[in-house]
């Protein structure tokens, strides 16, 4: 049974300060939860405190990139090995931002899903099509191009593999208050979990999948009902603790319906 598994992105939106203010409140918001993970995403320079401020929390820290080097000449990147010296446990890799405006590729996307399962930390590799490969049907040939290279030649083992979690996040609906339909995320997440198994067999049921895209309170557990999405990749709705507290309480009471 994969425990489900929602994921805050918070992208470069809160300060250090910010930061704090969300911390006295959120964990008491969503007190009454149990039985599914929640991770905080936010920008490396609050890392540290958020660290601290979750202890004694069911939540934990997660970062939304880093370098595949443990150390060197790259001046502005931080490092898999930095982050889990402070304790940070999951790191986001390949978020179509991150593609779109920093040049990030399938090779790059490699070498970081590489470096976090070397050095303990879980990735959750994201995964989308743009609304062009949409509508010319191209959906599934350009997850399958992004799954296979970013896990190429990775050969983690299967302890390693099974701690990998796939978001998939079609790109037109990121940001743009336009969700994918839950049966059309659901027929996705299917696919790419086929393509987990063609590789790697039954040790694909144990990966999780997310959904990702303008995934808000009122419609996430039109996803997280489907067989094949084990939660979601939150943006705009965990930036406030209402709103976040509000979808983590939808998926806890649907499992409990
Ligand atoms: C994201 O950026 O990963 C995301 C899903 O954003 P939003 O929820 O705002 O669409």
Redesign the pocket.
């Known amino acids: 049974m994969r425990k489900k598994l929602i994921v805050a992105?918070w992208?470069m939106h809160k300060t250090l300060a910010e930061t704090e203010k969300f911390m006295q409140r959120f964990p008491n918001e969503i007190e009454e939860v149990s039985g599914i993970e929640i991770v905080i995403c936010a920008p490396f320079i609050s890392l540290g405190r958020l660290v601290d401020l979750m202890r004694g929390t069911p939540l934990n820290p997660g970062a939304q990139n880093m370098h595949w080097q443990k150390e060197g000449a790259y001046t502005g990147e931080i490092s898999p090995l930095m982050l889990k010296e402070i304790g940070v446990k999951y790191v986001i890799i390949g978020?179509s931002?991150r593609r779109k405006y920093f040049g990030e590729n399938d090779v790059i996307i490699n070498k970081k899903t590489t470096a976090a399962l070397n050095n303990g930390l879980i990735p959750i590799l994201?995964l989308g099509e743009n609304l062009e490969e949409r509508r010319s049907k191209k959906t599934e040939k350009v997850l399958k191009e992004q799954l296979y290279g970013a896990l190429d030649e990775a050969d983690p083992g299967e302890e390693k593999l099974q701690r990998i979690v796939l978001a998939y996040?079609p790109v037109w609906?990121?940001?743009?208050g336009t969700p994918a339909g839950g049966d059309e995320a659901a027929d996705v997440a299917g696919y790419l979990r086929s393509l987990l198994n063609r590789k790697w067999g039954a040790l694909s049921e144990k990966v999780r999948i997310l959904y990702?895209?303008?995934?808000n309170e009122d419609n996430i557990t039109q996803f997280t009902g489907k067989k094949d999405i084990d939660g979601a990749?939150?943006?705009?709705?965990s930036l406030k603790e209402s709103s976040f507290a509000g979808l983590i309480k939808a998926v806890f009471y649907e499992g409990r319906s």
């Open positions: 992105n992208k978020h931002e994201c996040e609906a990121i940001g743009t990702g895209g303008s995934v990749l939150v943006g705009g709705s």
